[in-house]
């Protein structure tokens, strides 16, 4: 069965830290891995993931994948308390089309 | 202009009810999701449908079943209502994993 696992489940930090959150995954056919951020309502997009050892970044946060070790990290610098989220990992792949696979989450608080 | 849009956002049954949630895309995709979010936030996958063609079927209960009319619909129809019903269930749409796109959730509590 696939599985995506993240850790930490949750992390408090304080505004101006930067945090680092990790992702695992055992899937059949990968095809792609992808970060979302949830706050109140729906989860929405942040990075896809393909290729190892590319570093792909949007403002302060940041992402790489290695596929040899099969895992993923998130990077948030200099956190804000508008940062404070889950940050869900999901792995595109398996023996169903089109299914991703979500991790648990990690729930990120950043106090002022 | 909502891209995936789920109706109704909040529902409040007594167990044993049955309920529908309906939900569209205009996105033009042609595959389309139920997703299960728990207490502990975990999404879960519970059916998809391609071009109105069942794909995925995860472990659910029979009392959940759904239906595609049309590719731009995916509606999810819960027989007898249990407590442990009682979650988040995103539809979702995609024409590949980058075009993943969530509605904004249905919250059904099971009283």
């Known amino acids: 069965e696939d599985k995506v696992v993240q850790s930490p489940l949750s992390l408090v930090v304080h505004e101006g830290d930067t945090v680092t959150l990790n992702c695992s995954y055992e899937?059949?056919?990968?095809?792609?891995l992808l970060w979302y951020k949830q706050e109140k309502k729906a989860p929405t997009f942040l990075f896809m993931l393909?290729?190892?050892?590319i570093e792909k970044k949007s403002g302060r946060l940041s992402s790489i994948l290695d596929k040899k070790e099969l895992f993923s990290i998130l990077n948030i610098t200099a956190t804000q308390t508008g940062d404070s989220a889950i940050y869900l990992c999901?792995?595109?792949?398996?023996?169903?089309?089109?299914?991703?696979?979500f991790g648990q989450g990690t729930i990120l608080t950043v106090h002022p | 202009d909502t891209a995936v849009s789920q109706t109704p956002k909040y529902l409040v049954t007594q167990m044993g009810n049955d309920k529908s949630i309906k939900c569209e895309q205009n996105?033009?995709?042609?595959?389309m999701y139920w997703y299960k979010q728990d207490s502990k936030k975990f999404l879960k996958i519970m059916f998809s449908?391609?071009?109105?063609?069942?794909?995925i079927n995860e472990t659910v209960p029979n009392r959940f079943s759904p239906k595609s009319p049309d590719k731009a619909h995916l509606n999810l129809h819960i027989n007898s209502l249990e407590l442990g019903d009682s979650a988040v269930y995103f539809c979702?749409?995609?024409?590949?994993?980058?075009?993943?796109?969530f509605g904004s959730g249905t919250r059904l509590t099971v009283v």
């Open positions: 996105l033009g995709h042609d595959t």
């Open positions: 999901a792995v595109a792949g398996g023996t169903s089309y089109g299914k991703l696979t």
């Open positions: 393909t290729s190892s050892g």
């Open positions: 449908y391609n071009n109105k063609e069942l794909i």
């Open positions: 979702a749409s995609s024409r590949d994993p980058e075009s993943f796109t």
């Open positions: 899937v059949t056919n990968f095809r792609s």
